[in-house]
């Protein structure tokens, strides 16, 4: 049984010409060769000769190191951050609100326990921000 490649759009040629881009910027090919392999990116109607442009070059790193993918990731860093703290907010507007409402009911106010629960989300949350703060620089 024998295989025929698939054709190509403009879409698949132009994501194609980003990896050639991102190659020539971390040295993987040099200008000309850059210049090569774009015209043959533009003029490939199938995918045997798209994949013939890349076939030497490292995609999977040239992927992984692309610039918007990096900033997406930064970005979902930070959200998550804000997430986490907005959590750790409400448990300790909970907590808070709890013992207030039992020192106002009893009249006991010897023991502060919600000291406890916050200290504990602080630590975990000081786990989380440490390492996206280091990350994201």
Same mark, same amino acid.
């Given at each position: 049984?024998?295989?025929?490649?698939?054709?190509?759009?403009?879409?698949?040629?132009?994501?194609?010409?980003?990896?050639?881009?991102? *190659?020539?910027?971390?040295?993987?090919?040099?200008?000309?060769?850059?210049?090569?392999?774009?015209?043959?990116?533009?003029?490939?109607?199938?995918?045997?000769?798209?994949?013939?442009?890349?076939?030497?070059?490292?995609?999977?790193?040239?992927?992984?190191?692309?610039?918007?993918?990096?900033?997406?990731?930064?970005?979902? *860093?930070? *959200?998550?951050?804000?997430?986490?703290?907005?959590?750790?907010?409400?448990?300790?507007?909970?907590?808070?609100?709890?013992?207030?409402?039992?020192?106002?009911?009893?009249?006991?106010? *010897?023991?502060?326990?919600?000291?406890?629960?916050?200290?504990?989300?602080?630590?975990?949350?000081?786990?989380?921000?440490?390492?996206?703060?280091?990350?994201?620089?």
């Amino acid at each position: 049984m024998t295989t025929t490649a698939v054709r190509v759009g403009d879409r698949d040629r132009e994501n194609t010409a980003d990896l050639l881009s991102h *190659a020539l910027a971390q040295g993987y090919v040099d200008l000309a060769e850059y210049e090569t392999r774009v015209q043959a990116a533009f003029a490939a109607e199938n995918t045997e000769q798209l994949r013939r442009v890349l076939v030497d070059l490292p995609v999977d790193h040239l992927r992984r190191t692309d610039p918007r993918r990096v900033a997406a990731r930064k970005r979902a *860093a930070r *959200a998550s951050v804000r997430l986490h703290a907005a959590g750790y907010l409400a448990m300790v507007a909970i907590v808070l609100a709890v013992w207030l409402a039992v020192a106002l009911t009893t009249g006991e106010t *010897a023991y502060f326990w919600p000291v406890w629960p916050i200290l504990g989300g602080a630590i975990g949350l000081l786990g989380h921000v440490l390492p996206v703060r280091t990350y994201c620089r």
